[in-house]
């Protein structure tokens, strides 16, 4: 089919030709596409045309290029949240429709590093309460969480019952989360979580590092999240000033 009757470029014209054929089932979640040479004669289209396309879907997550194999059409995200809104993973979860879980891997007591102590300032911070656990939607790993609280802020031996570390946080220390600073890299692979994720190894994570305050802005919880990319996106509300 060609689509040189559109008078944009064509590299973008070729993205939506794409787009569409995912949303109307012609190419399905997984599925190899087309050679390259196949798929730009299909189309209408140079090679390198239809390579700057498929570097923007790439980009968008919409597919995955594995070198010497082919390029995939990459799952489309479950779950989907502003990052200007400050919702818990079990919230998110439970907005989709999808049934929230835990499973812990491990809880213990560890000194903070330089970079810690620095983060809780003003607050003198002399032991870490490090907690790692893996949040499931339906029973299936979507989230590894790293949470670090000062000790004497959660109930360690109760954190097996609640899923919600901010809920938890909250009743206990009757300290309660209002913002968070957020940073967000991109992990391309990591052994011990790829594995519990149940990752390809060519798959993407979202890394969120955020530390989170109260009202009266105390540093209360630093988090290590991270995401896997098939199932999460993330997006932001920006306004022109």
Do not use: W
């Not at 787009?19 to 390259?36: F, W």
């Not at 213990?108 to 102590?117: A, I, L």
């Not at 913002?179 to 391309?188: G, L, N, R």
């Amino acid at each position: 089919m060609s689509i040189r009757i559109d008078s944009r470029h064509l590299y973008l014209q070729v993205i939506d030709e794409i787009k569409r054929d995912i949303e109307n089932g012609t190419y399905k979640t997984k599925q190899k596409l087309p050679s390259e040479f196949q798929l730009s004669k299909q189309l209408g289209v140079s090679r390198a045309t239809l390579r700057e396309a498929l570097r923007i879907l790439e980009e968008e997550n919409v597919v995955i290029r594995r070198h010497g194999v082919g390029t995939f059409v990459n799952p489309k995200p479950i779950f989907s949240s502003g990052i200007e809104q400050l919702n818990s993973v079990t919230y998110m979860i439970e907005q989709s429709g999808k049934v929230p879980g835990s499973q812990f891997l491990s809880t213990e007591f560890v000194e903070p590093t330089e970079e810690e102590r620095l983060k809780y300032m003003p607050e003198e911070i002399n032991t870490l309460a490090k907690i790692e656990r893996v949040r499931t939607a339906d029973n299936n790993p979507v989230v590894f969480c790293i949470d670090k609280v000062p000790d004497g802020l959660v109930p360690l031996d109760q954190i097996h019952n609640e899923d919600s570390l901010f809920k938890l946080l909250e009743e206990y220390s009757g300290k309660r989360i209002s913002y968070a600073v957020t940073y967000i890299e991109p992990i391309s692979y990591h052994d011990r979580i790829y594995e519990v994720l149940k990752c390809d190894p060519d798959q993407s994570l979202l890394l969120l590092k955020q530390m989170h305050y109260t009202d009266e802005d105390e540093p209360i919880l630093y988090s290590a999240n991270y995401f896997r990319s098939d199932v999460f996106s993330f997006h932001v509300l920006r306004k022109r000033l």
